[in-house]
DNA sequence: AGAAACCGTTGATATATGTCAACGGTTTTT
DNA sequence: AAAAACCGTTGACATATATCAACGGTTTCT
């Protein structure tokens, strides 16, 4: 179950995994099951793990004074479910997480990683270009939806997250974009005329 | 000039920065200095330098077919200027900086940076709390973007950046909060009754 | 196998926000 | 000192998007 996680880590570095390593690796990571519709994390909790996700689909997300539910995230495998702003400041978190699908995790505690950034140099380098690569991704996807209207928000998110598409149902992805289903639902019908 | 930037490096990191350190943090950035609507980065330019603001305002903003601008940030002393995207990746800016008032920056290339992080830990570690900052700063702007009222978004906004409200006219406001200045002048009115 | 929940769509209507034009008061430029 | 640019506001109107309710077709539960 480990050799997923082992692989997503090599493809971020050039320096190899030695076998300690990757010995300390497994050791750290545990594996978690989740069953759909599941919580990995409630609002109010402290967002203790993060989950690097090997199997399955699961949703961030919020849930204002109405009741309505906004998504902020959805992940698939070679994904991590985190409330990073919970998990680093130890503070309750405004968000769930939960299965949208049966999920498989590995999961592991803030401490851990920072031991294991310390201990393994691949570990250390794959943080800082995920730190990046998700900069560069955020600062997209607020200026799309500062700048674009709901319609090219759409085009913009189908050009490039097809597998979303393909796994999460339309309402999601209408939340994901900021906007309801029926919304979506109509600009999909005009867009394909 | 320096010693803003020190004194802002220091203030990440529990090691104390050494004589030598200083030094070579003195001798790598330089001095720049940008007069009221000057640019740093113009659209279409690759993003070289990273700027830290040691005096002065900034902003940054793309501009759509309509010629519309949208502000994505806004910049004042302490914060770094920079479009992470186009200096990691090396592809030409979709955004433009420019100084909103006569600004004083120290400038460093990507290379530079990475440089002095593998030489000075303090700085490794100033860029892995940035980033880590950021990752939750972008998260509930995103999150706030996507689930609030134009209202709601003003009064948080108001709330947790009282400087950025004194000192950038009501339209830049508006435009980071993905508003007309019309609408916000609106909001402001039936706020206040 | 039947019931229930879920999902996408559509219509009618309501609401938030944008657009355009104009104004008076500043500040900046020359 | 005059002219120009900038800034916030307001009104009238246009548009994008939300809301609410209903429907038929799936999928999921029991």
Redesign the interface.
């Known amino acids: 179950m480990h050799e997923k996680l082992i692989a997503y880590i090599s493809q971020y570095s050039n320096l190899p995994l030695t076998t300690e390593e990757q010995a300390l690796i497994t050791a750290t990571f545990q594996p978690k099951k989740i069953r759909k519709k599941q919580y990995f994390l409630q609002e109010g909790d402290v967002c203790k793990y993060a989950g690097f996700i090997v199997k399955g689909a699961m949703r961030q997300y919020?849930v204002?004074d109405k009741g309505t539910e906004?998504i902020?995230h959805l992940f698939i495998e070679n994904y991590w479910a985190n409330d990073?702003?919970s998990s680093?400041?130890l503070t309750p978190s405004?968000y769930n997480i939960d299965a949208w699908e049966d999920t498989e995790l590995l999961i592991i505690t803030r401490a851990e990683m920072l031991y294991l950034m310390d201990k393994i140099p691949a570990i250390a380098q794959m943080?800082?270009l995920m730190?990046?690569r998700?900069?560069?991704v955020?600062?997209?996807?607020?200026?799309s939806?500062?700048?674009n209207t709901a319609e090219k928000r759409y085009e913009e998110f189908a050009a490039h997250h097809q597998q979303f598409i393909q796994r999460f149902p339309q309402h999601l992805i209408a939340s994901?974009l900021?906007i309801t289903k029926e919304t979506l639902s109509r600009i999909r019908k005009q867009g394909t005329k």
């Open positions: 919020s204002d906004h902020v990073r702003e680093t400041m405004v943080i800082r730190d990046e998700n900069a560069i955020n600062q997209r996807r607020l200026s939806t500062i700048s994901y900021g």
